[in-house]
């Protein structure tokens, strides 16, 4: 899928299919919002509304209020490519979030994904 697609793509339909990989796997629609606050700095219920929106996925992370600078150790693969090698762009943002929730669905800890060791 092209990078246009993707940003063209609802903030909904995506944030829908993020539930419900992590609920899948035994986590909470709660745990993937606090990744999402984590990271783009909007707060809970600004997601919540947003999801009811027609906001596209591109402008949900270009509009972000905040990006965590933490976001920077997220490392990994996505789509086979390594999230932390791609030139820093949009698509980039939103792979972190992909890897976030992969994290989040493979069972690891809040406190590791959120990468809250770095701030102690």
Do not use: H
């Not at 993707?6 to 909470?28: E, I």
């Not at 591109?58 to 932390?84: D, H, S, Y």
């Amino acid at each position: 899928m092209n990078d246009e697609k993707v940003y063209k793509m609802s903030f909904s339909k995506v944030y829908n299919a993020l539930v419900q990989k992590a609920v899948r796997k035994g986590r909470s629609e709660d745990e993937v919002q606090e990744v999402i606050c984590w990271l783009t700095g909007y707060t809970k219920e600004k997601v919540a509304y947003m999801e009811k929106s027609e906001m596209e996925y591109g402008a949900f992370f270009q509009e972000a209020p905040n990006l965590n600078p933490n976001r920077k150790m997220i490392k990994g693969v996505i789509c086979g490519v390594r999230v932390e090698e791609m030139d820093p762009s949009l698509m980039q943002e939103i792979r972190y979030l992909d890897k976030l929730i992969d994290e989040l669905a493979k069972g690891k800890s809040m406190k590791k994904i959120l990468r809250s060791e770095a701030q102690e």
